[in-house]
């Protein structure tokens, strides 16, 4: 788009880094009332309507330029077949519908009665996460202990309109690599219902502009068969377009404690929030084939898989992405572990010719284990070579995009032109259908294709 060239620099979410013209993710934010004019019911859009699809940018509209934009207009997360591409609008609060504005107020509400921020960012984030559990003749039948409540009366949360809902917020100790998000702190809630289904996730933070979930919270997400891959999410910023307040200010009059009359909160029409309105699928492109499976099912899965891998191996083209690949999968076979039944190994290449090979580090606590593609980060930042291709495979044979961590690592580091060798399987809220091999494909795609609109660090929030 024409208009990033003129952006501040600071706004960019993607470290400066140049993307080939096929890759990436860029993404506007339009602040002018003129947002009206988009149609709220169909933020998504597979027809990628934009000068080119590269880069990871925010593009920031003035209201001076807003009377230009097509309101039509999507940016584009790149073109992958499996996805349909990854397009994004964002506009204001204002144009959602009636519940949703309320879902917005009542997230925004719980983030500002935090009074305590997290002791190393100083920066909350507040996730409601909706759900609807199916109806039964038997209220017993609800609960995994028969005459016990589903939830304990602390967690159980009802909106006004009789929806339920819990609420999650983050949290960070001194290692700020054990912090936990809200979204995640939100889920784990649900283990004390046997059966039940997300219908949104809505996202309130302390940023002016709206930040999509992390990549850990997206991984986190897409691993639960609960929460359908179409699950709206929506992500707004904290200060009101059209009242210039945000938080306390924008709640209630001179910051008091007491609500009036005429803030853009309680009102919802006025109420005016950058927002980003997406689904986990558009978040969260080329999951692992296990991603929604037991680990049981992920050994059948890859049993089912070797058997035919030799057809798979023969569609790469480039020899080099053949080779990584019997590296990956020999690393993998060569770490055998008790603590789970599935290994990785992981395989790159640099521009001097270079590989490099690591394989996971298990840890009995399965949340400090080290991913394969993460522990190549020091030879990524050697300046000495630049990675070209990479590969991560398991002892079967499936070539899996980097996991969270690693594609936190790989976008924010400056390696979006990394190419990724990966397989590409049905994208379903049906378990069976990862068992249909035959729709699978191994491809390449650019690290940039794996993150659509990263979060990042953005206007508005400040350290304390």
């Known amino acids: 788009m024409e208009e990033i060239d003129e952006v501040d620099p600071s706004w960019r979410v993607d470290g400066g880094n140049k993307r080939n013209s096929n890759s990436g993710n860029s993404f506007c934010i339009f602040t002018s009332n003129e947002v009206d004019e988009v149609d709220p019911s169909s933020p998504l859009n597979g027809g990628n309507k934009t000068d080119s699809n590269s880069g990871n940018s925010i593009c920031v509209s003035t209201a001076d330029e807003t009377d230009e934009i097509d309101p039509s207009l999507t940016v584009s997360g790149g073109n992958t077949p499996s996805n349909g591409g990854n397009s994004i609008r964002i506009f204001t609060s ?19 009665s935090l009074r305590s921020k997290p002791r190393q960012s100083s920066f909350r984030v507040l996730a409601l996460i909706f759900y609807e559990i199916p109806s039964t003749e038997n209220e017993d039948e609800r ?6 409540p589903t939830f304990a009366p602390w967690i159980a949360q009802t909106s006004q309109d009789g929806r339920s809902f819990v609420v999650g917020t983050n949290d960070e100790g001194g290692f700020i690599g054990g912090a936990i998000c809200a979204e995640r702190a939100a889920m784990v809630q649900f283990r004390f219902l046997p059966n039940f289904s997300v219908t949104k996730v809505v996202i309130s933070t302390d940023s002016e502009d709206p930040i999509t979930p992390g990549l850990l919270c997206r991984e986190f997400l897409a691993g639960h068969p609960t929460v359908p891959w179409n699950t709206p999410v929506i992500s707004v910023g904290c200060k009101c377009v059209n009242s210039q307040k945000k938080d306390e200010a924008l709640l209630f009059q001179n910051g008091s404690s007491q609500s009036t009359s005429g803030e853009c909160l309680d009102e919802g029409p006025t109420m005016a ?4 309105l997406t689904t986990l699928k558009e978040l969260y ?13 992920s050994t059948m899965l890859g049993e089912k898989y070797s058997a035919r891998a030799s057809d798979h191996f023969e569609t790469l083209v480039e020899a080099d992405s053949k080779r990584l690949l019997e590296l990956a999968i020999l690393e993998a076979r060569s770490n055998v572990s008790d603590l789970h039944p599935i290994q990785f190994g992981a395989a790159a290449i640099f521009d001097d010719g270079t590989i490099i090979m690591t394989r996971q580090s ?22 000495n070579g630049t990675p070209l291709l990479l590969v991560q495979a398991d002892q079967y044979g499936i070539a899996h995009a980097p996991f969270a961590p690693a594609r936190a690592f790989l976008i924010e580091h400056g390696f979006a032109n990394c190419q990724i060798v990966l397989h590409d399987a049905p994208v379903s809220d049906n378990d069976d259908d990862i068992f ?3 729709k699978w494909t ?8 794996l993150v659509p609109t990263p979060p990042a660090w953005t206007k508005g929030t400040v350290r304390e």
């Open 285 to 297: 492109p080329f999951p692992s084939p296990y991603t929604r499976l037991t680990a049981n099912q």
């Open 94 to 112: 204002d144009t959602l519908e009636w519940i949703d504005r309320q879902d917005v107020a009542l997230a925004y509400r719980y983030r500002v």
């Open 362 to 383: 298990s840890a009995l606590e399965y949340g400090c284990t080290l991913d394969a593609v993460s522990q190549l980060a020091p030879h990524f930042q050697d300046q």
């Open 273 to 276: 929030l950058p927002t980003i």
């Open 436 to 438: 249909d091999i035959e």
């Open 442 to 449: 191994l491809k390449e795609v650019f690290v940039s294709e």
């Open 143 to 148: 609960s995994l202990v028969p005459g016990m």
